[in-house]
């Protein structure tokens, strides 16, 4: 008992340790390119201006603004360099998390967790080569996705599953469209193998 409760803790240990780090790296990280500084310009001028794609350029869904808007104006933060990465650590770290957590609810093991965890994060580091973007969040709809599908699945919510994997893919394709349809149609997939047609 004792020394798995060392174990988690030596887990949430490393879990900060590695949030200190991506700190570190996405706020020592400066880039000769301006992803950044043109995905924060669409973001303020869509918050003070609307206009999503005509009078604001982007190559990205609606989803991705109008999350942020609504968060900008719940919180009242302002879209800026600081505020970009934060956003990106939250998105970066959230992803990880959520992977470690879904290895945990299976072997209920520290060390897989620990694997898991330390691998997806250092895995999505590239993250730090364009802040704000919303790959970042593409990344943690994917795994908010899957988690809520495999604690529908393992629960016997058939409908559940079906749910989570409708709302999350239709956030995914309004982001990127590409994204949405590669989630959905693996969503679809999974359905057809593992559910047998209705007895009449």
């Known amino acids: 008992m004792i020394k798995r409760a060392l174990s988690w803790t030596a887990l949430a240990g490393l879990a900060a340790a590695l949030a200190l780090a991506g700190f570190w790296l996405l706020f020592s990280t400066f880039l000769i390119y301006d ?6 310009l669409s973001l303020q001028n869509f918050s003070l201006h609307g206009g999503l794609y005509d009078r604001v350029y982007s190559q990205y869904g609606p989803f991705v603004y109008l999350l942020y808007d609504v968060l900008h ?18 998105n970066w770290f959230g992803t990880a998390a959520l992977c470690a957590t879904l290895v945990a609810r299976q072997p209920r093991s520290p060390l897989w967790t620990a694997f898991t965890l330390a ?3 250092t895995y999505l580091w590239v993250m730090i ?3 704000i973007h919303p790959g970042g969040l593409l990344a943690l709809l994917v795994a908010l996705g899957v988690w809520l599908g495999a604690e529908a699945w393992t629960t016997g919510r ?8 409708a709302l999350v893919g239709a956030a995914l394709a309004l982001t990127k469209i590409n994204v949405g349809v590669f989630f959905l149609g693996a969503a679809f997939v999974w359905l057809a193998v593992n559910t047998a047609p209705a007895s009449t």
């Open 35 to 40: 992803d950044e500084g043109y995905v924060l």
């Open 73 to 90: 104006r719940v919180f009242g933060f302002a879209f800026t360099n600081t505020t970009g990465r934060w956003i990106t650590l939250v």
């Open 119 to 121: 691998g997806t994060f």
């Open 129 to 131: 080569s364009g802040p």
């Open 158 to 165: 058939v409908e559940g599953f079906a749910v989570a994997a």
